[in-house]
């Protein structure tokens, strides 16, 4: 078992390890007196690990409570959120009970954001399952929930009390969506390691997975630390996000993934920057054949006045300017403050 701590404005662990998931109720049982909890899952992840979570928990005096919501992003929305308040206040959990998220990123956002404001905050901890939620998702205490105008633009920050990632349960993910976390790893890499960058250039990464992801939570921890309210350093962790974003929404939420439109968004934004001389020449191309070789995407047919209409709304803009993320070689990355003119001209050299 690996483990990381965060030294966030709470401080807290995060266990990367095999069959982590048996031993949840001793680890959680170190951390809380409370003996009471709501496991909040989808459906999907609850046919798959619904009842280990609880028959661990039982197993170390837990009185563990289930809410699922169906599986997909639409989850990440108002009406679950209202339907979770309601189930924890119909099963009594009191301030000094906790939530635990099992599954995803959308599980996982959702229940950060309940935690942070049911009864005005409660302890959660992030059981993710998918391998964006171990890389990224669970990591830094991002919450949110999705409105129709965009992605993730109710939120807030509340740091988990642990975070527990069992890697055996990566077993269970198709080949699609396994390819859809790797969107996230490869941007550790462009962001800040190169060396990282060049072991997912090989592909095959599922024989060292454990690693991959110490290495990825390593480096989120780091920034988080540095930047816990996403003010300045944060932002480099958003590379390929701007475009990211723009596509999954002109898409359809769920259409295309989170770490494939991530995927698009970061060679697009490296080819602009390239043609901008923001970036080294060669290194859009390398990005490329990394991404193919992870089978992710690496370019959507968008059009520039969509992307650049559905871009804007990002939460990195300010009223007439907006915030890039480049990376100027592999590995190192660099926050760009342009004019919403000068970004329009920047989308002209994808
Ligand atoms: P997800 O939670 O929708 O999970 C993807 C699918 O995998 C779902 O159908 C789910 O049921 C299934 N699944 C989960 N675990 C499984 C397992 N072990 N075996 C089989 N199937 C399993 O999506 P995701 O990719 O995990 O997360 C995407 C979400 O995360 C987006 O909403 C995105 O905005 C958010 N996100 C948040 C942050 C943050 O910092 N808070 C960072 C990145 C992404
Ligand atoms: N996923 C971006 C962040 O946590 O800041």
Known sequence: MIKITVKASSAYDILIGKGL????????????KSKKCAVVTDTTVDGLYGSKILDALKKSGFNAVKFAVPAGEESKSHQQLIGLYNFLSENDITRSDFLIALGGGVVGDLTGYCAATYLRGVDYVQVPTTLLAQVDSSVGGKTAVNIDAGKNLVGCFKQPIAVV??????????????????GEVVKYGMIRSSSLFEKLSHGRTKENIGEIIAECVGIKSDVVENDELDTGERMIL??????????????????????KAVAMGMYMISRAAENRSLTQKGVSEKLKACLKANF???????????LYSLSIGDKKRTSDKIRVIVCPEIGKSEIVTLSLNEYKNLLELI
């Open 21 to 32: 998931l048996d031993k949840c109720g001793e680890i959680i049982s170190e951390l809380t």
């Open 165 to 182: 990632a069992d890697t055996d349960t990566l077993s269970t993910l198709s080949d699609d969506i396994f390819a859809d976390g790797m």
């Open 238 to 259: 958003n590379f390929g996000h701007t475009f990211g974003h723009a596509i999954e929404k002109y898409m359809g939420y769920g259409v295309v993934p989170h770490g």
């Open 296 to 306: 992710l995407p690496f370019f959507s047919d968008i059009d520039r006045d969509s």
